[in-house]
């Protein structure tokens, strides 16, 4: 399956704004690639297979600590709404 370019720009523009919005650019960046490749036309889980082979590339320590930035920001977020 393909994601179509449409979805591509989409999910792009989306981090982009969301980035210039203030948002952490590591979840704008992931967000954005996951929303352009629904909306380009993929299953959640092929869009999940996508993002998880494009980062395969990338050195292990970068991955595990962008990995645990998400893992931290969303315990920060539970703990402070559940306040």
Do not use: H
Request: proline share 2%.
């Amino acid at each position: 399956m393909q994601i179509t370019t449409f979805g591509a720009l989409f999910g792009l523009f989306l981090a982009i704004i969301l980035i210039i919005k203030k948002f952490q650019p590591v979840y704008s960046l992931m967000l954005g690639a996951f929303i352009g490749g629904i909306i380009g036309g993929a299953s959640i889980s092929t869009t999940v297979e996508y993002m998880i082979l494009g980062g395969k590339d990338i050195a292990p320590s970068i991955l595990r600590v962008l990995a645990s930035g998400v893992l931290a920001g969303c315990l920060i977020k539970t703990v402070t709404n559940s306040l």
